[in-house]
Nanobody
Framework: QVQLVESGGGLVQPGGSLRLSCAASVFTLDYYAIGWFRQAPGKEREGVSCISNYDGTIYYADSVKDRFTVTRDSAKNTVYLQMSSLKPEDTAVYYC????????????????WGRGTQVTVSS
């Protein structure tokens, strides 16, 4: 079983930045994709970004493209989501999740989930 732990959330002003981390308890991430999802109160879960260590694919939702960057540190089995130019509408609980091999935008395809970290963008 894979365990995922998110960290790095918090309160930030509009236009600010945060870096989220997702640490995975696996021997290697080489065969996994890590997805980032978010859910705001009263809204459906949204796929934000994904990186696949298996085939190298990366994707971003249109709502975060050019503002968010996903990277990985294979030595630490950790994936990061660098969030810049944050907007109030980015406020949500952010989750990382994993599945084998390739990325998909559909959360139901991911097998393991972290508990989430709150991101609040407000002045």
């Amino acid at each position: 079983q894979v365990q995922l732990v998110e960290s790095g959330g918090g309160l930030v002003q509009p236009g600010g930045s945060l870096r989220l981390s997702c640490a995975a308890s696996v021997f290697t991430l080489d065969y996994y994709a890590i997805g980032w999802f978010r859910q705001a109160p009263g809204k459906e879960r949204e796929g934000v970004s994904c990186i696949s260590n298996y085939d190298g694919t990366i994707y971003y939702a249109d709502s975060v493209k050019d503002r968010f960057t996903v990277t990985r540190d294979s030595a630490k089995n950790t994936v990061y989501l660098q969030m810049s130019s944050l907007k109030p509408e980015d406020t949500a609980v952010y989750y990382c999740a994993t599945r084998t091999y390739s990325c998909t935008r559909y959360g139901s395809s991911y097998n393991y989930w972290g508990r989430g970290t709150q991101v609040t963008v407000s002045s």
